[in-house]
């Protein structure tokens, strides 16, 4: 009956052990009937059964010893792998780069973290004030020590300063005996705040509002104003407790003051004297008996508004900025005034850009205020908007007789391809959202640049950088074999002097069709020409 072989095991080669697993000499189904039966067993397979079992309880008693030996060597084992792993893990981080990382690249990555280059114009209104210690500057002190010593001895960190009455919170000693408050915490941070900017100038914002000119209020504003000779750029939001009154500011409190910027459909009230202020932004209607400038306005060679009529944007810029150079205008609002039938000559605005974000009313506004206005001076042109413009601007460019030097525009405003026709002294060209709403080739957009067979002139002769934005989806994929073609078409018909144009090219593109170009055999025909060709991934 004993049929099976017995099985023999490897020893362990590390401590010698084997176990030899000698089965049960008698057929398992035998064994599965007697368990579900009563019958009695053979004389053989009693035997056999009490051998087994003499045999087998010390064999189990040798493994339950070994199987606590293994447990032990294996908590052993886990215990050292822990220990290594920590090691591991402890050497890793000790070894990280930015341990080696030298001061002068940590200050630029904390200026960039506290968004110290871009546009305060674009960030302050949206970013959080000063004195919130989750946010940068005051996180990044509390990594390190050395990242602190860093944070506090960089002074750029501290010089864009937002204040926001309703988010300093006012604490109290409750141990204090009555009526005798602590010094708030709010005013304690906005003190340690400014003193770290050293004497840099600031860009401040500020944002308090206040039913009343309380004592707290008060403290806000005359800590604030105590740096107000280092101001360069002053940002006023919808509060309406800040009023420069001469208990806070003298004539000579501004002496760095170079840009205002204003909520203007606020309660702020704005008295400023700041001979040095060239630049002035405001947004939304003009509340004009809260304003009060002791400035002279003939100074403001800079103006940026928003959120107006193009009447009301038109009468600030007549009636109070006559010698202005640069204006902005965005998100024109409808226009329900009549309309004037002689255009405005705006005689020194050399700069004039447009930006129109909103759909609603778009074309009517803008029409509006294009319509009414000549700008004889004019060198540099952007119009950011979705609306098909070619009309109005041949319009404006008749009127003013302008010589543009500069144009950025979107593609859906058509003025780069039938706007203008004076491209004699054009010098920089910008085309921003190509195929965002309608899907034109490439080849289609350079072909404006291209000399007609009938006309042996080349357009825009005097080009030397052009910008192409594009977005996807482009039906044409090879952009760059359309640019060769398109400068070699130029480089052909430019009356035999051998001049490439455009010199510079920079474009933007979708990763997978940025890759493209940069694989493509044409760029390194193009830079053989001599241009300078980027190409950037988005």
Not at 128 to 138: C, E, M, V
């Given at each position: 009956m004993d049929s099976n072989p017995q099985v023999q095991t490897t020893a362990c080669p590390d401590c010698g052990y084997s176990y030899n697993n000698t089965p049960l000499r008698h057929p398992l189904p035998r064994i599965g009937s007697l368990l579900r039966t009563n019958d009695p067993l053979t004389e053989e397979e009693e035997v056999i059964f009490r051998d087994f079992l003499g045999d087998r309880q010390s064999i189990l008693s040798q493994l339950g010893a070994r199987i606590l030996s293994i447990k032990a060597l294996l908590r052993e084992l886990e215990i050292s792998q822990s220990e290594l792993q920590m090691a591991i893990t402890q050497r890793d981080r000790l070894l990280n780069p930015i341990r080696r990382m030298p001061p002068e690249l940590l200050r630029e990555i904390f200026l960039h973290g506290a968004g110290y280059y871009m546009d305060a114009e674009k960030h302050l209104p949206s970013?959080?004030?000063?004195?919130?210690?989750?946010?940068?500057?005051?996180?990044?002190?509390?990594?390190?020590?050395?990242?602190?010593?860093?944070?506090?001895?960089?002074?750029?960190?501290?010089?864009?300063?937002?204040?926001?009455?309703?988010?300093?919170?006012?604490?109290?000693?409750?141990?204090?005996r009555p009526k005798a408050p602590q010094l708030p915490l709010g005013l304690s941070l906005?003190?340690?705040?400014?003193?770290?900017?050293?004497?840099l100038p600031l860009t401040v914002y500020l944002d308090i509002y206040s039913l009343k000119w309380d004592d707290y209020t008060y403290a806000i504003s005359t800590l604030i104003a105590s740096s107000s000779q280092r101001w360069e750029s002053l940002f006023l939001g919808s509060g309406r407790g800040f009023d420069c009154e001469e208990k806070l500011f003298s004539s000579d409190s501004f002496p760095l003051l170079r840009m205002l910027w204003a909520l203007e459909n606020s309660n702020s009230k704005i008295n400023i004297r700041a001979p040095n202020l060239r630049s002035w932004s405001t947004v939304g209607v003009t509340n004009t008996g809260l304003i009060n400038f002791s400035t002279d306005l003939r100074q403001i060679t800079d103006y940026s508004i928003s959120n107006v009529s193009a009447s009301a944007a038109l009468i600030r810029v007549v009636g109070w900025l006559p010698y202005l150079q640069k204006l902005t205008v965005r998100d024109l609002i409808e226009d329900f005034t009549p309309s004037s039938q002689n255009p405005v000559k705006l005689l020194h605005i050399k700069e004039l850009s447009v930006v129109q974000t909103s759909s609603a009313y778009s074309r009517k506004a803008l029409e509006r205020f294009f319509c009414g206005i000549s700008c004889p001076k004019l060198v540099s042109l952007s119009v950011i908007a979705h609306a098909s413009l070619e009309h109005t601007i041949q319009g404006f460019e008749e009127r003013s007789a302008f010589n543009l030097e500069h144009l950025d525009v979107t593609d859906s405003t058509n003025i780069f391809q039938r706007g203008l026709k004076n491209t004699l002294s054009m010098k920089s060209l910008v085309i921003r959202d190509i195929g965002k709403k309608v899907v034109p080739s490439v080849k289609s957009i350079l072909s404006y640049l291209e000399p007609l067979d009938t006309v042996p002139v080349v357009p825009f002769p005097?080009?030397?950088?052009?910008?192409?934005?594009?977005?996807?989806?482009i039906l044409e994929l090879d952009s760059l074999e359309s640019l060769f073609l398109c400068v070699s078409s130029r480089l052909s018909s430019s009356s035999g002097n051998g001049s490439v144009s455009p010199h510079e090219v920079f474009i933007t593109a979708a990763d997978s069709q940025a890759r493209e170009m940069l694989d493509h055999p044409r760029l390194g025909e193009l830079r053989l020409l001599g241009m300078k060709v980027d190409i950037v991934a988005l």
């Open positions: 970013a959080t004030h000063s004195l919130d210690l989750k946010f940068p500057p005051w996180s990044f002190s509390r990594v390190c020590r050395s990242w602190k010593e860093i944070i506090i001895h960089t002074p750029l960190l501290w010089t864009r300063v937002k204040v926001d009455s309703n988010k300093i919170i006012k604490k109290y000693d409750s141990h204090a906005l003190s340690l705040y400014l003193s770290r900017s050293a004497a005097n080009l030397h950088r052009l910008e192409l934005h594009l977005c996807s989806p």
